[in-house]
Nanobody
Framework: QVQLVESGGGLVQPGGSLRLSCAAS????????MSWDCQTPGKERELVAT???????RYADSVKGRFTISRDNAKSTVYLQMNSLKPEDTAVYYC????????????????WGHGTQVTVSS
């Protein structure tokens, strides 16, 4: 089993930055993909950014050039650096992880964190 704990959310003004962290514990050696999704009330959860242990990444079009996903495999931690934040980035951000690589068409995460709220408002 793997446990995921997110941190780093909060309230930030438009144009500001936040860095989210997600620390994995348990049997982390088998984890390949680590990702960030977000969800707002009334909407489905959607992918923000994803990465493999080997360094492959993918981003939602809406965050390209503003958000960066990175990993410290030694610490079993994934980060999401969020710059130039917009009010529409307001959401609960969830970390998730899986044993397989995200680029397989049938990929689904195996583990989820509880989420951290990000609010972008003046």
């Amino acid at each position: 089993q793997v446990q995921l704990v997110e941190s780093g959310g909060g309230l930030v003004q438009p144009g500001g930055s936040l860095r989210l962290s997600c620390a994995a514990s348990g049997t982390v050696s088998s984890i390949n993909t680590m990702s960030w999704d977000c969800q707002t009330p009334g909407k489905e959860r959607e992918l923000v950014a994803t990465s493999t242990r080997g360094g492959s990444t993918r981003y939602a079009d809406s965050v390209k050039g503003r958000f960066t996903i990175s990993r410290d495999n030694a610490k079993s931690t994934v980060y999401l650096q969020m710059n130039s934040l917009k009010p529409e980035d307001t959401a609960v951000y969830y970390c998730n992880a899986g044993h397989r690589a995200y680029y397989y068409s049938d990929y689904r995460p195996d583990y989820w964190g509880h989420g951290t709220q990000v609010t972008v408002s003046s």
